[in-house]
């Protein structure tokens, strides 16, 4: 899977080429990771709620048809959607999920930042007080009844609810929201690298009122947007691999 680097471009026509290209694929259309920066924008996923959003000001909010709430994207902010056919991947939608988290905690490792997942919310994150520990989160996912992967549900014990997620002591510092549609990928993972924060401050990010938002720049982590966008494209690409 090459990836293709689209530079800045606007969400919109990005979306609406995300379903044309997954319309027209076939059986055999190769697998694409497209990787961007996008203008300033709100995407409200499936299950977003208008309460969420409670002071847009100039940035465009457009709804989308992934799962999950409401994220911000902006410059300085990585953004890789993977269009990847599972069925001849060979692995359901929760495995998809952890590997496109593990290529993001692969990538922070990278840069010496050490990734966590929280139980109950996808995506990754840091600890606030020291983002390069090894430490294991206490309120880190362990064997649990519903995996949620931002509107995705993998029911294992119905009886069971999922964990309410625990964002004590972590920022989250990439944002998960896919798209599955007869078998194959859109939407992907976003990776904060060096951004202006202040849009966040406008939404309860994933539909959290508490949860803190963060870039490398912010955790003293100062690398370019092109290098963070090649190694979590080549993370992804091993990662998702069949």
């Known amino acids: 899977m ?9 969400y919109l026509p990005t979306y609406e080429a995300m379903q044309a290209f997954t319309l027209a694929r076939t059986d055999t ?3 694409q990771l497209w990787v961007c920066e ?12 208008k309460e969420h959003i409670f002071n847009p000001g100039d940035v465009p909010v457009i709804q989308t048809n992934r799962g999950g709430q409401v994220t911000y994207h902006g410059p300085g902010q990585v953004v890789a959607y993977p269009l990847l056919d599972l069925k001849r991947a060979g692995y359901f939608v929760k495995e998809y999920v952890y590997r496109i988290e593990e290529a993001v905690i692969r990538t ?3 840069f ?6 929280v139980a109950g919310a996808p995506g990754i994150y840091v600890r606030l007080d020291d983002p390069g520990s ?5 309120q880190r996912p362990m064997k649990r009844a519903t995996d949620t992967a931002e509107g995705h549900e993998h029911p294992a014990n119905p009886t069971r609810s999922a964990p309410v997620p625990d964002f004590t002591g972590v920022g989250k510092i990439a944002a998960l929201g896919i798209k599955v549609s007869r078998n194959c990928t859109y939407h992907g993972v ?10 966040y ?3 309860n990010p994933c539909g959290y009122q508490a949860l803190q938002t963060v870039d490398l720049s912010t955790i003293g982590t100062h690398v370019s947007w092109q290098e963070a966008a090649d190694v979590l494209a080549n993370k992804l690409a091993t990662y998702l691999a069949p």
């Open 190 to 199: 976003a990776l904060n690298v060096a951004m202006d924060l202040e849009p």
């Open 112 to 117: 010496g930042v050490t990734g966590h997942r």
């Open 38 to 49: 996008h203008d300033p924008v709100y995407t409200q996923g499936l299950a977003g709620k």
């Open 29 to 31: 259309t190769p697998d």
């Open 108 to 110: 922070l490792l990278h």
């Open 134 to 138: 090894h430490a294991m989160l206490p």
């Open 2 to 10: 090459q990836p293709q680097f689209l530079g800045r471009v606007a």
């Open 201 to 203: 401050s406008r939404i």
